[in-house]
């Protein structure tokens, strides 16, 4: 939010969420699995 804002995007157009704990991409019982989930997903 923080980059974006910085290059001009309105703050009052963003809104950050997070559902890592809530909505993991995949199981988080591997390695690999919580190396999916480490992410940032942006909807324009």
Same mark, same amino acid.
């Not at 923080?2 to 309105?10: I, K, P, Q, S, T």
């Not at 890592?20 to 997903?41: D, H, L, S």
């Given at each position: 939010?923080?980059?974006?804002?910085?290059?001009?995007?309105?703050? /009052?157009?963003?809104?950050?969420?997070?559902?890592?704990?809530?909505?993991?991409?995949?199981?988080?019982?591997?390695?690999?699995?919580?190396?999916?989930?480490?992410?940032?997903?942006? /909807?324009?």
């Amino acid at each position: 939010v923080n980059f974006l804002v910085g290059a001009g995007v309105a703050s /009052d157009r963003l809104t950050a969420k997070g559902f890592g704990e809530i909505q993991p991409a995949t199981t988080n019982a591997t390695k690999e699995g919580r190396q999916k989930n480490r992410r940032v997903e942006l /909807d324009l």
